[in-house]
């Protein structure tokens, strides 16, 4: 079971993407981690480390701060 904040992160990760018109494959590609990795966190099947979130956030072109705004 998923906790309640892996899922606003989940939500958000997917509205940010989704906002900038990228596929997992893009997002994936542009933070430098394996596309299915990112589906997992959307489905709340992993909780990314501080690493993953760095790397999420540069590939979003955002601060670490807005990607955990939710």
Excluded: H
């Excluded at 900038?20 to 589906?39: F, H, K, T």
């Excluded at 959307?42 to 790397?55: A, F, T």
């Amino acid at each position: 079971m998923s906790s309640e904040i892996s899922q606003k992160f989940a939500q958000r990760l997917k509205q940010l993407r989704r906002q900038r018109n990228m596929s997992q494959e893009d997002l994936a590609l542009a933070a430098g981690v394996d596309r299915s990795y990112i589906g997992r966190i959307e489905n709340c099947k992993r909780s990314p480390g501080l690493d993953i979130l760095w790397k999420l956030s540069k590939g979003l072109n955002i601060t670490l701060n807005e990607l955990l705004k939710f």
